[in-house]
């Protein structure tokens, strides 16, 4: 068991952020189809140019554990779907991220698999390309090497190597901890200003003094 892996896959796409602002965030517009899901593994890169071949024959290349980054070029056809989507389930793929179309959206739904895509459309592509695998690509404008981390949830996904999430994953986990508490603290009654430092903060800032703004739970 990859326990780095698990552990991401048990905290938000946020706190990764907050706990490493230099984080490399796929374009919004790439989002979860399926809500209520999160996922993380190391990058399988493909090309798909309005062919769906590529997908069916990386469903039997990539490794389980790998996110399926697939690269579309911009164009506008599906390039995945409900029966992919279903083979990536049973062959123990952690999650599809499509720069480009998917289709089948109440089949995906069903399934559960995350799936991030730009949209849905109904019309697929070809099947005549055997497909590009293995080479560095662009995911909603972040460049995505085979190897590199994906995370995501429906906040979106967030790319980088190993080493950046091992340097981050423990302030992420430490924010998720201060979160749940000012959670509780105002499930209790208190003010989620008195369980912070924000009055201190803004009168620093009004000194032009260096300040940050803190939990204090």
Do not use: W
Not at 181 to 202: P, Q, S
Request: hydrophobic share 45%.
């Amino acid at each position: 068991m990859d326990t780095l892996i698990e552990r991401l896959r048990a905290v938000q796409v946020s706190s990764l952020c907050d706990a490493d602002k230099g984080l490399a965030v796929v374009d919004p517009a790439i989002r979860a189809m399926v809500s209520d899901v999160s996922f993380a593994g190391p990058a399988f890169t493909l090309l798909a140019y309005d062919d769906h071949l590529p997908v069916l024959a990386a469903l039997r290349e990539a490794e389980p554990g790998s996110v399926l980054v697939v690269a579309t070029n911009s164009l506008r056809k599906a390039v995945s779907g409900e029966l992919f989507a279903t083979e990536a389930q049973r062959r123990g793929i952690a999650a599809i991220v499509i720069d480009g179309y998917c289709r089948d959206l109440r089949g995906l739904r069903r399934i559960g698999l995350p799936v991030h895509a730009r949209g849905t459309t109904p019309m697929s592509g070809t099947t005549r390309d055997p497909g590009t695998f293995g080479r560095e690509v662009l995911l909603g404008r972040v460049r995505v090497s085979p190897g590199d981390l994906v995370v995501g949830d429906d906040d979106g996904v967030v790319v980088g190597p190993r080493e950046r999430f091992e340097a981050a994953i423990d302030a992420a986990e430490e924010i998720e901890r201060a979160e749940k508490a000012l959670v509780a603290g105002m499930a209790g009654g208190r003010a989620l200003h008195d369980m912070t430092n924000v009055e201190e903060h803004l009168e620093a800032l009004g000194r032009e003094q260096p300040s940050a703004l803190r939990f204090l739970v």
